[in-house]
C-alpha cells in the first residue's frame, strides 16, 4: 500500500490491484454506507454472504474500483469491536489510530483511472467541508436528478448518501452516467466541478501530493 497525502485532511490509499484494494476497503465502505450493514458491526463472512444472495454471488472485487470513507468510521474498528480485524484492515487502523483532527481517507489502485480518484476526493471534500456541502445540496435540489438518484439505490447505496453521490457522479463520473444511458448536461457538469476546485483550495491549505 501506498499512501499519497492529497491534502492534509484527504489520504489517499493506493494499492497493487482491485482484490487488494476492496479485501481492504470492504468493512470500512459497507459500515459507512451499506443499505444493509451501515453502522452495523458485522464478519466478512456474513457481508459475504449477504452480497453473494442480494446480487448473485460475491462479485464485490469486481464491482468496485474506488472506496471513500471519514475518519469517524475508524472508531468502532479502533476499538476492537470488529475484532479480528484482517491484517489489511489492522494496517489502515494503526496508520490512523492517533490521529485526533477530521480528516478523510479515499482508495484506489494502480490501474485506477484519473477520475476515480477525483469521484472519490469529491466525496471528501463534500464531507470536509460544510460551506461546500450546503451550496451542493441547494443547487443539486434545483436539478432533476431523481433518474440518477434511482440508478445509485439500484447499485446498493444508502439513501442518507445520495446527494453525496449524485455530487460526485454527475462532477466527476459523467461518462459512467451517459454509457448508462442518462444525458447529463455540459453545464451541471461544469457548475459542479467549479465548486468543487474553490471548495479544494480553500480546505486546508496548498496540496502536498500535486
Request: charge should be negative; include cysteine; charged fraction near 25%.
Amino acid at each position: 500500500m501506498k499512501i499519497d497525502v492529497v491534502k492534509k485532511s484527504i489520504i489517499h490509499l493506493i494499492y497493487p490491484d482491485r482484490e487488494a484494494l476492496c479485501s481492504s476497503f470492504v468493512r470500512f465502505q459497507e459500515h459507512y454506507e451499506s443499505p444493509k450493514f451501515k453502522g452495523e458491526i458485522f464478519t466478512l463472512g456474513e457481508f459475504r454472504s449477504w452480497y453473494a444472495q442480494e446480487y448473485g454471488s460475491y462479485t464485490y472485487p469486481r464491482d468496485w474500483d474506488g472506496f471513500n470513507f471519514p475518519c469517524y468510521v475508524l472508531k468502532p474498528f479502533i476499538k476492537g469491536l470488529f475484532d479480528p480485524l484482517t491484517e489489511a484492515e489492522a494496517e489502515i487502523v494503526e496508520l490512523f489510530k492517533d490521529r485526533t483532527d477530521d480528516f478523510y481517507i479515499i482508495g484506489s489502485h494502480e490501474n485506477s483511472g484519473k477520475d476515480v480518484v477525483l469521484h472519490e476526493s469529491f466525496h471528501a471534500v463534500y464531507s470536509l467541508n460544510k460551506e461546500y456541502r450546503d451550496d451542493v445540496n441547494l443547487y443539486l435540489s434545483k436539478c432533476n436528478i431523481d433518474d440518477v438518484m434511482g440508478l445509485l439505490l439500484e447499485h446498493g447505496y444508502h439513501d442518507d448518501v445520495l446527494l453525496d453521490e449524485c455530487n460526485a457522479y454527475i462532477g466527476a463520473s459523467s461518462e459512467y452516467l451517459i454509457s448508462k444511458g442518462f444525458e447529463v448536461g455540459e453545464e451541471i457538469v461544469a457548475d459542479l466541478n467549479n465548486m468543487f476546485n474553490q471548495a479544494m483550495v480553500r480546505l486546508d491549505g496548498p496540496s502536498f501530493g500535486h
